[in-house]
Nanobody
Protein backbone atom coordinates (compact mmCIF):
# COMPACT_ATOMS: atom_id res chain seq x y z
CA UNK A 1 0.00 0.00 0.00
CA UNK A 2 1.42 3.34 -1.05
CA UNK A 3 1.55 6.00 1.62
CA UNK A 4 2.66 9.61 1.27
CA UNK A 5 2.95 11.57 4.48
CA UNK A 6 3.58 15.30 4.45
CA UNK A 7 4.99 17.34 7.28
CA UNK A 8 6.44 20.77 7.90
CA UNK A 9 3.42 22.99 7.41
CA UNK A 10 2.52 25.75 9.81
CA UNK A 11 2.04 29.45 10.35
CA UNK A 12 4.68 31.84 9.03
CA UNK A 13 4.88 35.55 8.44
CA UNK A 14 5.07 36.97 4.97
CA UNK A 15 8.64 36.85 3.71
CA UNK A 16 9.44 33.82 5.82
CA UNK A 17 10.41 30.29 4.87
CA UNK A 18 9.15 26.77 5.39
CA UNK A 19 10.43 23.39 4.35
CA UNK A 20 7.88 20.72 3.60
CA UNK A 21 8.75 17.04 3.61
CA UNK A 22 6.94 14.07 2.15
CA UNK A 23 7.91 10.58 3.24
CA UNK A 24 6.90 7.84 0.84
CA UNK A 25 6.45 4.13 1.38
CA UNK A 26 5.09 1.23 -0.60
CA UNK A 27 6.47 2.28 -3.97
CA UNK A 28 9.77 2.12 -5.82
CA UNK A 29 10.65 5.65 -4.91
CA UNK A 30 13.73 6.15 -7.07
CA UNK A 31 11.77 5.61 -10.30
CA UNK A 32 8.74 7.60 -9.25
CA UNK A 33 8.36 11.23 -10.19
CA UNK A 34 7.09 13.30 -7.29
CA UNK A 35 5.07 16.48 -7.26
CA UNK A 36 3.78 19.14 -4.93
CA UNK A 37 0.34 20.62 -5.37
CA UNK A 38 -1.67 23.06 -3.32
CA UNK A 39 -5.27 23.98 -2.79
CA UNK A 40 -6.33 27.26 -1.27
CA UNK A 41 -9.77 27.71 0.30
CA UNK A 42 -12.42 28.02 -2.37
CA UNK A 43 -9.97 27.38 -5.20
CA UNK A 44 -9.01 24.47 -7.37
CA UNK A 45 -5.93 22.44 -6.70
CA UNK A 46 -2.92 23.73 -8.60
CA UNK A 47 0.50 22.44 -9.50
CA UNK A 48 3.47 23.83 -7.60
CA UNK A 49 6.56 21.78 -8.43
CA UNK A 50 7.69 18.35 -9.57
CA UNK A 51 10.89 16.36 -9.71
CA UNK A 52 11.95 13.34 -11.70
CA UNK A 53 12.85 10.05 -10.07
CA UNK A 54 16.56 10.68 -10.42
CA UNK A 55 16.21 14.26 -9.27
CA UNK A 56 17.89 15.61 -12.37
CA UNK A 57 14.79 17.30 -13.76
CA UNK A 58 12.62 19.76 -11.91
CA UNK A 59 9.51 21.68 -12.91
CA UNK A 60 7.86 24.70 -11.34
CA UNK A 61 4.74 26.76 -11.67
CA UNK A 62 5.26 30.39 -12.55
CA UNK A 63 4.35 31.40 -9.00
CA UNK A 64 6.92 29.01 -7.52
CA UNK A 65 9.85 29.81 -9.80
CA UNK A 66 12.63 31.64 -8.02
CA UNK A 67 11.10 31.16 -4.56
CA UNK A 68 10.52 27.43 -4.12
CA UNK A 69 12.93 24.54 -4.59
CA UNK A 70 11.93 20.90 -4.92
CA UNK A 71 14.46 18.20 -4.06
CA UNK A 72 14.55 14.57 -3.05
CA UNK A 73 16.63 12.11 -1.10
CA UNK A 74 16.14 8.69 -2.62
CA UNK A 75 18.01 7.02 0.23
CA UNK A 76 15.34 8.34 2.60
CA UNK A 77 12.36 7.99 0.25
CA UNK A 78 11.60 11.64 0.90
CA UNK A 79 10.84 14.64 -1.26
CA UNK A 80 11.14 18.21 -0.04
CA UNK A 81 9.76 21.60 -0.92
CA UNK A 82 11.80 24.53 0.32
CA UNK A 83 9.65 27.65 0.24
CA UNK A 84 11.24 31.06 0.62
CA UNK A 85 9.77 34.53 0.33
CA UNK A 86 6.34 33.29 1.30
CA UNK A 87 3.34 35.47 0.53
CA UNK A 88 -0.19 35.45 1.95
CA UNK A 89 -1.40 34.08 -1.39
CA UNK A 90 0.72 30.97 -0.79
CA UNK A 91 -1.67 29.99 2.00
CA UNK A 92 -3.05 26.56 1.11
CA UNK A 93 -3.03 22.88 1.89
CA UNK A 94 0.07 21.46 0.24
CA UNK A 95 -0.03 17.86 -0.90
CA UNK A 96 2.61 15.66 -2.36
CA UNK A 97 1.87 13.17 -5.08
CA UNK A 98 3.65 10.37 -6.87
CA UNK A 99 3.48 8.86 -10.31
CA UNK A 100 5.09 5.66 -11.49
CA UNK A 101 7.82 6.49 -13.95
CA UNK A 102 8.07 9.87 -15.61
CA UNK A 103 5.55 12.66 -15.16
CA UNK A 104 4.32 14.31 -18.34
CA UNK A 105 1.88 16.71 -16.79
CA UNK A 106 -1.03 14.34 -16.40
CA UNK A 107 -2.69 12.79 -13.38
CA UNK A 108 -0.64 11.54 -10.48
CA UNK A 109 -1.15 8.00 -9.19
CA UNK A 110 -0.95 8.55 -5.45
CA UNK A 111 -1.68 11.44 -3.10
CA UNK A 112 -0.90 12.41 0.43
CA UNK A 113 -3.44 14.04 2.73
CA UNK A 114 -1.66 17.36 2.80
CA UNK A 115 -0.22 19.82 5.26
CA UNK A 116 -1.55 23.31 5.90
CA UNK A 117 0.63 26.33 5.23
CA UNK A 118 -0.66 29.65 6.48
CA UNK A 119 1.15 32.86 5.62
CA UNK A 120 0.17 35.91 7.61
CA UNK A 121 0.56 39.28 6.06
Amino acid sequence: QVQLRESGGGLVQAGGSLRLSCAASGLTFRISAMGWFRQAPGKQREFVAAISGSGTSTYYSDSAKGRFTVSRDNAKNTVYLQMNGLRPEDTAVYSCAAVRGSWTGGDMDYWGKGTLVTVSG
